[in-house]
């Protein structure tokens, strides 16, 4: 049963059956919700209701889905998860670049819409203590970073990474849970996305995976999207 300290989910989908089978599986699952059946409807449920987390689908009636993230983008950072019958990488990309946190392709599982809210709001409960504010250390599970002295540690070993690897690193830290494309980080770390550099981004990723992984072939702290970019998975403390 939703309470007022329940998270609330807005629902933006133009097919009646879809909108219907997720916010009957968000009510079973204590969630608080709005609905809206258009793009402008989102903008301005998003803009008058601050939900904590947006569920966008991009083929609405009025306006691409892009140009809604792209609208809230202007001046919220909620989290916005698309879910999409589309699923080649170009529209993949191209909501993930435009500012989407998570892209899931219909159809879907309700076990899997819920696992990425709930992956969702860990990684919102989890910055929200040090918003405002640069946090000087990160930890998960054995990998740890102290920004300050600019050095990262597993476990009680030093990493001995490059300038490269440093970088990709932290901001991978700073984007827990959240797929960042390969254009986002080749304009974050190289100051451009240049494809030609891309092969560069990949040989740093797997040397920088062979440091941080246990077993590389089975990563534990950095996901691969193919055709998308990386993903820094949140680890339990064991």
């Known amino acids: 049963m939703p309470t007022e300290l329940s998270p609330t989910i807005l629902v933006v989908e133009d097919d009646p059956t879809i909108r219907n089978l997720i916010l009957t599986t968000l009510d079973t699952q204590g969630f608080r919700h709005l609905s809206e059946n258009t793009g402008r409807g989102a903008i301005a449920a998003s803009a008058s209701s601050a939900p904590d987390v947006v569920l966008l689908d991009l083929g609405l009636p009025d306006i ?18 698309v879910v999409s019958a589309r699923s080649e990488d170009a529209d993949k990309i191209g909501a993930l670049d435009a500012g989407a946190d998570d892209y ?5 599982s309700v076990g899997e ?5 709930r992956t969702t709001l860990r990684r919102l409960n989890y910055q929200s203590p040090t918003q ?4 000087s250390t990160f930890q998960n599970g054995d990998l740890r970073i102290d920004y300050t ?24 830290s700073h984007n827990v849970d959240k797929v960042l494309t390969h254009s986002f980080i080749l304009h974050e770390v190289w100051s451009n996305n240049h494809q030609a550099d891309l092969a560069s981004l990949r040989v740093f990723m797997g040397t920088l995976r062979k440091k941080i992984e246990p077993d590389p072939v089975h990563p534990r702290y ?17």
């Open 64 to 81: 691409n889905g892009i140009e809604v993230v792209r609208a809230i983008r202007s001046w919220s950072q909620m989290p916005i998860i």
């Open 104 to 108: 899931l392709t219909k159809p879907f």
């Open 113 to 117: 819409l819920l696992a990425r809210i």
């Open 132 to 135: 405002g504010q640069e946090p």
């Open 149 to 172: 002295a600019g050095i990262a540690y597993l476990g009680d070993g030093e990493l001995h990474l490059t300038p490269i690897e440093y970088k990709l690193l932290c901001l991978l």
């Open 222 to 238: 950095i996901q691969t999207h193919i055709g998308v970019g990386y993903r820094m998975m949140r680890v339990a403390d064991e």
